[in-house]
């Protein structure tokens, strides 16, 4: 017999049989389409240009956020001058595409230019180049970039409860460093009059669980919502080290934020693996990073409150895992290094295919 007759043979058998009647596999994006739910990942722009990495983050997701290309030392290289030529790609692409941007972040203590850093500025100036920082990118984006990470990573490791000291706070901060978190109220205040719909976020690592960081956002938010203060959102990252997560207390950590009339959205999740030279992770371990992607985005989509899930990009080609971590941890992201789909894939996708019941 000629193969392509076998092969329809064996087909016809297995349709008879009840495997042809298997709902065909349906995207990220397919599955989270019903609710409305957002599926997002960041991006490179310089890997726009390659085919797999393009198709994949169409096919796959409905919003994005630039990794590092709306940095302060990407997009304001210069005191007078902006540079919005890879994030304005990036946007480019979402708008093609049909998908939502996530801005990422204009108060950060880190990825500053030189010039800013090294400046010597004194309170005012810093105040007056911060404002202009903000209605200058904020503006360039309006109605473009639908929520904003205003204020990145504000608190510190070291001392949990306790705002970090860094350029904007009080080295030498715009002037406000003694009144606790007034710096960052100041800018929530100037992003929402540069566009009044945007949603503004506050985003922190290390504070997805009940614990002494999330303690100290969590009064500053609820301070913030009892004054008025024009914040829409709290970004979990949810980089995982070391295959541990506590889901109960991530679990309850939304519930608390949620209540106080926030949303939550997971921003920069990945799960990083120990890997050989070859970047290749253990086939064990690789099915209990699946099993965190599922308990993570199913205790996100089951809360009404927790509208978007984002990855920390999407193949372990491009990571910022490899590089920090020497190369001894890797295989964080959901597709491999040749887009591959993971087991961390279908666990995602089957708690997208949640939200349809929501
Ligand atoms: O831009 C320079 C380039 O000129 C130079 O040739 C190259 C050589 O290494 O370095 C480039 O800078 C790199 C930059 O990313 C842009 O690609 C830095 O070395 C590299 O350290 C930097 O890493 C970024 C990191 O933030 C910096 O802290 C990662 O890509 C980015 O994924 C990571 O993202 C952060 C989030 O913004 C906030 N939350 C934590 C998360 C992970 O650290």
């Known amino acids: ?3 392509r007759a076998l092969v329809l043979v064996l087909a016809s058998a297995a349709f008879c049989m009840g495997f042809g009647a298997a709902v065909p596999e349906q995207s990220l994006r397919e599955a989270a389409r019903a609710s409305g739910f957002l599926i997002g990942t960041a991006v490179r722009p310089w890997a726009l240009s390659e085919a797999a990495y393009a198709s994949t983050l169409a096919r796959e997701f409905n919003m994005l956020e630039p990794e590092d290309a709306l940095k302060w030392e ?8 902006f540079d919005f030529s890879q994030a304005d790609q990036i946007v480019d692409f979402a708008t093609r595409h049909g998908m939502k941007v996530r801005g990422h972040t204009l108060v950060w203590h880190r990825q ?3 010039w800013l850093t090294e400046g010597k ?11 202009k920082h903000i209605k200058t990118v904020v503006g360039h984006y309006r109605g473009k970039v639908f929520a904003w990470d205003v204020v990145n990573e504000a608190f510190d490791e070291l001392h949990p409860g306790e705002l970090r000291s860094t350029i904007w706070r009080d080295q030498p ?5 003694e009144n606790g978190s007034s710096y960052i109220e100041r800018c929530f205040r100037w992003t929402h009059e540069a566009d009044p719909q945007a949603l503004l976020f506050y985003n922190e690592a290390e504070a997805e669980t009940m614990n002494p960081k999330s303690d100290a956002i969590y009064a500053m938010v609820r301070d913030f ?7 829409d959102g709290v970004g979990f990252e949810m980089h995982i080290a070391h295959l541990h997560a ?13 209540a106080l009339g926030v949303q939550v959205h997971i921003t920069e999740m990945d799960v990083a693996l120990p890997v050989d030279a070859e970047g290749n992770a253990r086939a064990g371990d690789l099915q209990r990073q699946a099993d965190i992607y599922r308990q993570i985005a199913s205790a996100c989509v089951s809360h009404p409150g927790c509208t978007a899930t984002q990855t920390w990009g999407f193949t372990d080609k491009y990571s910022w895992i490899g590089s920090h971590s020497k190369q001894t941890e890797g295989a964080a992201l959901p597709f491999d290094r040749n887009y591959r789909a993971k087991p961390a894939y279908d666990a995602l996708r089957g708690a997208l295919e949640q ?3 929501r």
């Not at 990407?74 to 001058?81: D, I, K, L, N």
């Not at 919502?225 to 914040?231: A, D, E, L």
């Open 173 to 177: 901060g715009i002037g406000l460093a």
């Open 74 to 81: 990407v997009v304001h290289p210069e005191p007078q001058s």
């Open 355 to 357: 939200v349809r019941s």
């Open 225 to 231: 919502r009892q004054r008025g203060v024009p914040i």
């Open 121 to 131: 500025y004194t309170s005012g100036e810093l105040a007056e180049i911060l404002e």
């Open 1 to 3: 017999m000629e193969w």
């Open 246 to 258: 506590d889901v109960a207390s991530i679990a309850a950590n939304i519930n608390r934020f949620t």
């Open 112 to 114: 500053n230019p030189p």
